[in-house]
């Protein structure tokens, strides 16, 4: 299964609670409530800890997020976040269009209270329900992750909040700074809150193929026909020659990038290869899908080189989501194809993966090693 990730800058400002209440996973209007209501949280907490991850039923309701203006709901983000889970194992998931929408000015420790009375009038088919906010502003990028957990009458189970000052915070969201990351940090938080172990989850569950649904992932006679492209190139690779065409980094097209990559590419992969300084331009919306934001991307390069055709019998073409100025990264993507255009390799890499939270890439050389490093891996 390819893990998707989608890459759209987020977010808006938000009140602060609390943080201790919230590591002993107490309702923040936990101070006002009785002793009786914080001990039937706690057997409720208590009894979602025995669940296991693969079986407990679950509905993610729509995802609301304060980094666009006007403030959205979005079923989209859910559904990142769903396909975190099942990732993770869970694979009795569910999300649902029905938005439940607080009042902007709603403390955060008065929702439990208002998402239980959403749910008397949109009584859930699961046993549990999850609810989060992602927040932050357009120009400071995503600043607090928060969510709660409720039982199907909509009792309180656990609440959690991660701002920028967190380590989990930190460590996931800064480098992935979108909706994805975001949704990373909450799936990560809940199984740590549950002390459940994560296992690998379905490969074709229902965020998986409604994910590769939308985000136009080749067909099987397509991917059948990279395969046999793939092992080609494996058994030609002294031989062959790969035109390393302009990095894509947002609007802008990297010839230093290019250059880099063509050095690296030549040394770790043992082939020819030439720089190209063309650019290919192509344009698309962005999407919380990250998957759809590659193979938008391959196949304008497939368009490209249909028009354009190499003069190597191999090219290739990488994507970064990363500040020219440095800072955390989203994203490397790259595409290799055939002189005409057919696809032979397309990866892609994000804070979910082993190979990029390794690396740690900071910047676009860093980027530019990743890319390679993962060539390298693709054509062994």
Same mark, same amino acid.
């Given at each position: 299964m390819v893990k998707e990730k989608s890459t759209?800058?987020?977010f808006a400002t938000v009140l602060t609670l609390g943080a201790g209440l919230l590591i002993l996973g107490i309702w923040p209007l936990a101070v006002q409530a009785s002793p009786e209501q914080n001990a039937a949280q706690a057997q409720r907490l208590a009894k979602m800890k025995k669940c296991d991850p @693969? @079986?407990?039923?679950?509905?993610?309701?729509?995802?609301?997020?304060?980094?666009?203006?006007?403030?959205?709901?979005?079923?989209?983000?859910?559904?990142?976040?769903?396909?975190?889970?099942e =990732?993770?194992?869970?694979?009795n998931l569910d999300a649902l269009d029905t938005e439940f929408v607080p009042p902007a000015d709603t403390a955060w420790e008065q929702v439990p209270a208002l998402l239980a009375e959403f749910l008397k009038k949109n009584p859930p088919k699961s046993d549990y329900v999850l609810y989060a906010q992602y927040l932050g502003s357009p120009n400071s990028g995503p600043t607090e992750v928060r969510f709660v957990v409720t039982d199907a009458a909509g009792n /309180?189970?656990? =609440?959690? #909040?991660?701002?920028?000052?967190?380590?989990?915070?930190?460590?996931? &969201? =800064? *480098?992935?700074?979108?909706?994805? *990351?975001?949704?990373? /940090?909450a799936a990560e938080r809940l199984f740590s809150r549950l002390g459940w172990q994560k296992v690998e989850g379905e490969p074709h569950g229902k965020f998986a193929r409604k994910w590769a649904q939308e985000s136009?992932?080749? %067909?099987?006679?397509?991917?059948?026909?990279? #395969?046999? /492209?793939?092992?080609?190139?494996?058994?030609?690779?002294?031989? +062959?020659?790969?035109?390393?065409?302009?990095?894509?980094? *947002?609007?802008? #097209? %990297?010839?230093?990038?290019? +250059?880099?990559?063509? =050095?690296l590419v030549a040394q770790q992969v043992g082939c020819k290869t030439a720089k190209m300084d063309k650019s290919v331009s192509f344009q698309r919306q962005q999407n919380p899908n990250e998957q759809k934001l590659l193979?938008?991307?391959?196949?304008?390069? #497939?368009?490209?080189?249909?028009?354009?055709? +190499?003069?190597? %019998?191999?090219?290739?073409?990488?994507?970064?989501?990363? %500040?020219?100025?440095? *800072?955390? &990264?989203?994203?490397?993507?790259?595409? &290799?194809?055939?002189?005409?255009?057919?696809?032979?390799?397309?990866?892609?890499? @994000?804070?979910?993966?082993?190979?990029?939270?390794?690396?740690?890439?900071?910047s676009i050389e860093d980027c530019d090693r990743l890319a390679v490093e993962r060539l390298v891996k693709r054509l062994k």
């Open positions: 759209i800058c987020l @693969n @079986n407990v039923s679950l509905t993610i309701l729509p995802v609301q997020i304060w980094f666009k203006h006007p403030m959205i709901t979005s079923r989209k983000v859910a559904d990142v976040l769903g396909g975190v889970a =990732s993770y194992g869970m694979n /309180l189970v656990l =609440s959690d #909040r991660q701002t920028d000052k967190d380590e989990d915070f930190k460590r996931i &969201v =800064s *480098g992935d700074p979108d909706a994805m *990351g975001c949704s990373v /940090l136009g992932t080749p %067909n099987d006679e397509e991917q059948t026909a990279m #395969r046999k /492209l793939a092992a080609k190139l494996k058994a030609d690779i002294k031989t +062959a020659q790969i035109a390393i065409y302009s990095t894509c980094i *947002g609007e802008q #097209r %990297n010839t230093e990038s290019a +250059a880099r990559l063509a =050095s193979w938008d991307m391959a196949r304008a390069f #497939r368009d490209y080189l249909r028009a354009n055709p +190499a003069d190597s %019998n191999y090219a290739m073409l990488a994507e970064y989501f990363v %500040n020219p100025a440095g *800072g955390p &990264v989203g994203a490397v993507h790259f595409v &290799v194809c055939d002189k005409s255009g057919d696809w032979v390799l397309v990866d892609f890499q @994000n804070s979910t993966h082993e190979d990029f939270q390794r690396i740690a890439p900071k």
